[in-house]
């Protein structure tokens, strides 16, 4: 099972830009990186996923070095509405034994944005 | 709007009580997932069915069971409810579970069971 590991909690301003990183040493070759989103009292919301290098979509930027131990998850001009917990996720785990159907997910990052 | 329903939103009930919470995945999802969210705690894993199959388990309790229709809709039975049983319930569908092992979860917006 490749564990991950993220801060707690992270601060930030309206506008500026947030970087969260996650750490996978443990990270297997078949291994994808995923990136969720969760609002209180609402199911998390898939953000972003990627596999190397990087990858940006409308909502984030994921950077991930060649090694993939560890990957960033990049929010520009944060607003207040960005104020969530973001999880990181990495699998699929055990894909022969059929484990790949069990998505852990962690603690998350609890993010704030301020005025 | 992830396109999963989840009925009903909230739910207050009696210790000892039974309840059943329903799940509709998206449309064209073979798997469903759910998991349990105590307040200020992280999602726990509870069960995964793929088209009617049970395919993966997490810590569920004995007094939880689940299962997946043909019609791919999903229903989470807990009985013997106890006070820590209350939190919220989120069922989830993908079509992880066939080929596509890497599909994200679709989330729905959950199922909050108070248990008094």
């Known amino acids: 099972l490749a564990k991950t590991t993220q801060p707690i909690s992270m601060d930030s301003y309206e506008g500026q830009e947030v970087n969260i990183t996650c750490s996978h040493n443990?990270?297997?070759?078949?291994?994808?990186i995923t990136w969720y989103q969760q609002f209180p009292s609402q199911g998390p919301r898939f953000i972003i996923q990627?596999?190397?290098t990087k990858v940006t979509n409308e909502v984030a930027s994921l950077f991930i070095p060649a090694d993939r131990k560890s990957s960033t998850l990049s929010l520009p001009r944060v607003s207040l509405s960005d104020t969530a917990v973001y999880y990181c996720?990495?699998?699929?785990?055990?894909?022969?034994?059929?484990?790949?159907?069990?998505?852990?997910f962690g603690a998350g990052t609890r993010l704030a944005v301020h005025p | 709007d992830s396109g999963v329903t989840q009925t009903p939103k909230h739910l207050i009930t009696a210790t000892g009580q039974r309840v059943t919470l329903r799940c509709s995945p998206r449309s064209g999802d073979l798997s469903v997932y759910w998991y349990q969210q105590s307040l200020d705690q992280g999602l726990q894993f509870l069960i995964q069915y793929y088209n009617g199959e049970e395919r993966a388990k997490g810590n569920i309790l004995e007094r939880f069971s689940a299962q997946q229709f043909p019609d791919l809709h999903s229903e989470l039975n807990l009985s013997s409810l106890e006070l820590g049983d209350s939190a919220l319930y989120f069922c989830?569908?993908?079509?992880?579970?066939?080929?596509?092992?890497?599909?994200?979860?679709?989330f729905g917006n959950g199922t909050r069971l108070t248990v008094t």
């Open positions: 989830a569908s993908s079509t992880r579970g066939s080929s596509d092992i890497n599909s994200p979860l679709h």
């Open positions: 996720l990495v699998g699929p785990d055990g894909f022969f034994s059929g484990g790949y159907n069990k998505l852990i």
């Open positions: 443990n990270i297997a070759t078949n291994d994808y």
């Open positions: 990627g596999y190397k």
